[in-house]
């Protein structure tokens, strides 16, 4: 079990206030009272880290049953790789149906506005401290507590575009605040990250793992100037994180999203977990069926074919495709990714083939024939395919508790977002390729990009990049809509795999990696797992939750809903 300072507050700060917590995360002030709160150093520490708890949120908050899915894996299954079986409010996302009363949307609202008052509370309030104890310890906490606000607000703008911002601590009936343009939220989240970064540590003790650091402070600045579209923003402050000299890409891909992997130089920011104090399901719901998970959130088939083969090229134009051995000879990512046929997943053969009535169990010896639940089973996985990453074999024997850390923020994307300001910005240099080739070639596993490639070239590659890199990290649904290509990717029958047979020939692949199997001469054999519907005029937004238009009277609802 992992035994760290910064998860055992966390479960001190739940037991000492639990009386109270209630009220705290309702409304603000917070409970005991601004009047008593902070009166010393301890407490500052535990109304710092009540701030970081609420970064993490699941569908549970909205529920959904036991599925303690944080939000950073769930949100996938809203977009074009991967689809949710429950389906709920997350899948009426994905597809097209959503309204107002979403739950997904009121979580992802609810939620991070808690997180904010929770900042705010702390940042009113530790003024009565200044002077009582050290002036680091004072400035790094403000500094903690900027970050954490200024991060639940990306993802706020992310989602619903312009938003209240709320700076200080306010009490619910007080909350008559109208948006702020999405320039305005997007200034006030930048220069908050920018005060952050100066009193952030370069680096946190190993007992303080997942709390921030300067490196988080300007790599989330370059992702909300990436997604911003300002592009000399993001490239600086990109390149400010490769200065540092402190991360580096993980050399084994896989290996970064399993217990092997927390403390790989690579992470920037990670959701913490440990067991007695706060774990996730996430194995639970992304396993097949054999070794007891449910399957529910699952890849399309269209995402399995936009990985390129190891040669670089797209199925359709690669000579080492073969239909009918579809998955070998693929960019390695997308095992390390998903689970396809023939994949062995935690000792037993994965095979989704209807006809397919019995396959292998490694898990003793000598290996036996056993039944296949993958091909019989009425909630095996839908589209013939799972997803493997945050899944790992320590977690077997108790899939709904894992402590495994979700990743927030990553060295390879700092390095992605470098390379797409700067190919927006028509700013390309060998530098650009650089980052994208230390990408593709970890490991020496993708042949690197040759120079002398057209814009138009490049932002094809680092969007292709971006997809296969970081599936199930919640940066999907954001590249889609600020691409504006939401509305070609989120609409038609989405595929599962030929139940019993295999693709005849390759779909055409587009420049975004993007499947069209028009041309495939036995798609009508295809599994239609759903088919999405995408207003381009309303569905580039979330709409704001119904009670937080009628609480808030000031607050306009966005286009369409």
């Avoid at 952030?200 to 909300?224: E, F, H, M, S, Y």
């Amino acid at each position: 079990m992992k035994i760290k300072i910064f998860t055992a507050m966390v479960l001190l700060l739940s037991l000492s206030f639990s009386a109270c917590q209630k009220d705290y995360l309702e409304k603000s002030p917070f409970n005991p009272s601004s009047e008593s709160f902070y009166s010393n150093q301890d407490e500052l520490l535990i109304g710092l880290l009540g701030c970081y708890q609420q970064l993490n949120y699941s569908e549970q908050n909205y529920g959904n049953g036991n599925l303690r899915v944080p939000w950073q894996v769930f949100i996938d299954a809203a977009t074009d790789i991967c689809w949710d079986r429950t389906n709920g409010d997350l899948q009426n996302i994905g597809k097209g149906s959503i309204d107002a009363n979403n739950r997904v949307a009121l979580v992802l609202y609810r939620e991070g506005y808690k997180g904010i008052a929770r900042c705010n509370f702390l940042l009113d309030n530790v003024k009565k401290l200044e002077g009582t104890i050290p002036a680091a310890l004072y400035n790094q906490s403000i500094a903690e507590a900027r970050f954490i606000r200024a991060l639940h607000y990306s993802y706020l703008l992310t989602f619903f575009g312009g938003v209240p911002l709320v700076k200080t601590d306010v009490a619910i009936d007080q909350l008559q605040i109208p948006k702020s343009t999405k320039q305005e939220v997007a200034d006030f989240i930048l220069s908050e990250l920018d005060a952050a970064a100066v009193n952030l540590p370069l680096n946190q003790a190993v007992l303080n793992d997942g709390r921030a650091t300067k490196g988080a402070a300007l790599a989330i600045k370059a992702r909300v100037a990436l997604y911003n579209e300002r592009w000399d923003v993001a490239a600086q402050a990109a390149k400010a994180v490769m200065d540092l000299g402190k991360y580096t890409l993980h050399n084994n891909y896989g290996e970064l999203f399993k217990y092997a992997g927390e403390s790989s130089r690579e992470i920037i920011l990670a959701l913490q977990f440990a067991k007695t104090i706060n774990t996730h399901t996430t194995p639970q719901y992304l396993l097949p069926r054999l070794p007891g998970g449910v399957c529910d959130k699952v890849p399309f088939q269209s995402f399995i074919d936009s990985y390129e083969c190891t040669d670089g090229l797209p199925i359709d134009k690669s000579p080492l495709y073969n239909p009918q051995r579809p998955y070998l000879n693929r960019d390695p990512r997308l095992s390390f990714t998903c689970g396809v046929p023939g994949n062995i997943i935690f000792g037993y053969q994965f095979e989704t083939h209807k006809d397919s009535l019995q396959i292998w169990n490694y898990n003793v010896t000598p290996a036996v024939r056993i039944a296949n639940t993958e091909a019989t089973h009425a909630f095996a996985t839908f589209t013939g395919y799972v997803y493997k990453k945050y899944t790992d074999e320590i977690d077997r024997n108790d899939r709904q508790n894992s402590e495994l850390n979700i990743i927030l923020v990553r060295y390879a994307e700092v390095l992605l977002t470098y390379a797409e300001a700067k190919i927006e910005a028509n700013q390309i240099d060998q530098t650009v390729y650089d980052a994208i080739n230390l990408v593709r070639r970890r490991a020496v596993l993708m042949p690197a990009i040759t120079s002398g490639k057209t814009q138009a070239e490049l932002r094809s590659i680092v969007r292709k990049e971006r997809k296969y890199e970081f599936a199930l990290e919640g940066l999907r649904l954001a590249d889609i809509r600020r691409w504006r290509i939401a509305e070609q990717v989120l609409v038609g029958p989405a595929y599962g795999r030929i139940p019993k047979g295999l693709l005849s020939n390759a779909p055409i692949i587009d420049a975004n990696g993007t499947p069209n199997y028009s041309n495939v001469t036995n798609r009508a054999d295809m599994r239609v797992i759903e088919t999405k519907l995408f207003n381009k005029d309303r569905d580039y937004l979330l709409p704001f939750p119904t009670i937080e238009i009628q609480t808030n009277k000031a607050l306009v609802q966005n286009p369409g809903y």
